[in-house]
């Protein structure tokens, strides 16, 4: 799968950092692992120093991202819940599929972001009901559409 250019990538750093887009760092690490060294030591602080490794595969790496995102979302762990979506928006970014960075922004964010989640899955064409059991099946699916979890009324804190 084809990512961005080195070039394209040390501008986004920047372009989040100016923009305060990304205040605690969560797409900046997506794309600093998508670096070459040289290209990351355009982006990294000296404080920073032993902290970069290039990751190779970004395809595998939004893979299982998805499966860790949607664990967050049947949890209802809000600010996980969030950051994932911020890397997943980044992982499509990086791998030039403008139409599913558009589609996620144009999606919803209740329910801990599952929409936008799914907007990630469905356009990829990737799983995103699989391998759960039918309650949390069930319950993303519900989530995706921008309900709660249970029909009865969620006791873990999701909400209209």
Partial sequence: MT?????????????????????FGFREEVLVEALDLDHARQVLTPRH?????QRV??????RNYLRFAIGKIIDHRGNSASRSV???GELAWLLVR???????????????????????????????????????????ARMADGQQCDPQGCE?????
Wanted: charged share 35%.
């Fill in 86 to 88: 911020d890397k997943l």
């Fill in 3 to 23: 990512i961005r250019s080195q070039e394209d990538i040390v501008t986004r750093v920047w372009a989040l950092r100016a923009n305060r887009w990304d205040i």
């Fill in 57 to 62: 595969d970004h395809e595998s790496y939004a």
């Fill in 156 to 160: 873990r804190g999701c909400a209209d």
């Fill in 98 to 140: 403008d139409d599913i960075v558009a589609a996620m922004d144009h999606a919803r964010y209740p329910m801990y972001g599952a929409p936008k989640v799914k907007a990630f899955a469905d356009r990829f064409d990737w799983p995103f009901l699989d391998g759960l059991d039918s309650d949390d099946e069930r319950a993303l």
């Fill in 49 to 53: 120093p032993g902290e970069w490794t």
